[in-house]
């Protein structure tokens, strides 16, 4: 059974919550940690011959230790690269927390040191009309990973969203920084001194703008000890 588990989310979509997951992932590895990794739901899969693969999905696959097939690693495949609640009805298909945690619980029977569950979009992404993402981590009481894009107006997002998720009863464990563009935010300094002083969590690294991300060159700068204490 996996001894630790934290989901992962971020201020917005396409902030890095992929990257940064597979970097944790690489990381913990170093450690000589053994690690699973999942996105439950994936929009903007693409048709191969084994079925619909989602590129975010392979990238979790290949960051960590342990061999799994894809369906458990990404049980939920939507084609349409929209939100997945809409790509869900598109596909006359019905998403619902219970059955994500499902997923997720069938996952956390897998040995493993360290197990993320991928998010998609930011906290309070629709899985249908009365439901959000956010009730997924709620169930399972999983710990919170929060990707902070260094960008402008990433201080009230990232205020936000730890705001929201400690208002859900649930832990913030940790965060990370991630450049998502290669110029330097204007003030980028200051701004993470601000969240290092504001978001009462720790941080877990800051990670660099790579051209072609590489999990593994991107692990040398988290510091994930702090998951693993207790």
């Known amino acids: 059974m996996a001894r630790k588990s934290f989901f992962v989310t971020g201020t917005d979509t396409e902030v890095g919550k992929t990257i940064v997951s597979s970097a944790i992932l690489e990381a913990a590895r170093v450690m000589g940690k053994r690690t699973i990794?999942?996105?439950?739901?994936?929009?903007?899969?693409?048709?191969?011959?084994?079925?619909?693969?989602?590129?975010?999905?392979?990238?979790?696959?290949?960051?960590?230790?342990?061999?799994?097939?894809?369906?458990r690693i990404n049980p939920v495949?939507?084609?349409?690269?929209?939100?997945?609640?809409?790509?869900?009805?598109?596909?006359?298909?019905?998403?619902?927390?219970?059955?994500?945690?499902?997923?997720?619980?069938?996952?956390?029977?897998?040995?493993?040191?360290?197990?993320?569950?991928?998010?998609?979009?930011?906290w309070r992404v629709p899985l249908n009309d009365r439901e959000t993402y956010s009730e997924v981590p709620k169930e399972l009481g999983a710990g919170v990973i929060l990707v902070v894009p260094l960008k402008l107006g990433c201080i009230n997002h990232a205020l936000l969203s730890a705001e929201a998720i400690r208002n859900d009863g649930l832990t913030l464990a940790g965060w990370v920084a991630?450049?998502?563009?290669?110029?330097?935010?204007?003030?980028?300094?200051?701004?993470?001194?601000?969240?290092?002083?504001?978001?009462?969590?720790?941080?877990?690294?800051?990670?660099?703008?790579?051209?072609?991300?590489?999990?593994?060159?991107?692990?040398?700068?988290?510091?994930?000890?702090?998951?693993?204490e207790n």
């Open 37 to 71: 990794g999942m996105k439950p739901v994936a929009s903007g899969c693409d048709r191969t011959a084994e079925g619909l693969r989602n590129e975010d999905a392979l990238m979790l696959q290949a960051a960590m230790t342990e061999s799994l097939a894809y369906d």
């Open 178 to 228: 991630n450049r998502p563009e290669q110029e330097a935010m204007s003030c980028e300094q200051e701004t993470l001194n601000y969240l290092l002083m504001h978001l009462g969590a720790p941080c877990l690294g800051v990670l660099p703008w790579l051209q072609e991300p590489n999990p593994r060159e991107l692990a040398a700068s988290l510091n994930i000890d702090v998951l693993f």
């Open 77 to 122: 495949t939507l084609e349409p690269a929209i939100a997945p609640h809409v790509a869900a009805e598109q596909a006359g298909r019905q998403l619902t927390a219970q059955r994500l945690v499902g997923f997720c619980r069938g996952l956390q029977m897998q040995p493993a040191d360290l197990m993320l569950i991928e998010g998609a979009g930011g």
